[in-house]
């Protein structure tokens, strides 16, 4: 999988040498490449923002620079699957486990992350003539730009790419993979601080642990998130 990402603060991503993710790009599972969008404008000034149109509090990112990245970023002559391009926004799709599988299966994902009060809409309707884009939020919050939601979408997104995660088993019992919360999780010792290890779990009985996770894991969905058994 081939990611890029275009943002004013590049060294915000220098977190993704390390852990799963830098694992994954030196055994070459995952080719990452950071873009500092600074670097497509031409005054001194390095400019990349201006006034809105139309009156209003803030600034807009300009569209020259943004295209000028996005000439580079994306392919000229788009022969095989065009990219996807990400611009994280609230006016997004919201972002679920469902979408980060499905966007686990891209080969080439770019992430255009916004400041200020947002990209000029030119950028995204230009950018749909040469490549598939997606507006997607995070939730219903807004955040300075789009760099953590876009952090946080590639640890979702990049963790589910065959490989990445040593062991694949560990994937299917997590929240959202089946629709509902993952069950709680214990490890030894089997008494701390006076709590004990529900007997259950250390029975050896598999049929019976595996039906005690299920029964914890509906009764936790009810609980804390009943929209998720009304899907
Ligand atoms: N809610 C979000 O994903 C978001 C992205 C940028 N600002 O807010």
Redesign the pocket.
Known sequence: MRLDIVTIFPEFFDILDISLLGKARRSGLIDLAVHDLRDYTHDRHRTVDDTPYGGGAGMVMKPEPWGEALDEVLPQDPAGQQPLVIF???A?DV?TQAMARELSTEAHLVFGC?RYEGIDQRVFEHTATRARVRL???????????E??VMAMIEAIGRLVPGVVGNPESLVQESHENGLLEYPSYTKPASWRGLDVPPILLSGNHGAIAQWRHEQQVERTRRVRPDLLES
Request: aromatic share 10%; no cysteine; proline share 11%.
């Open positions: 994280p926004s609230p997004g972002f916004g997607v939020s995070l939730g219903d919050y807004v955040l300075n730009g789009g953590v939601a």
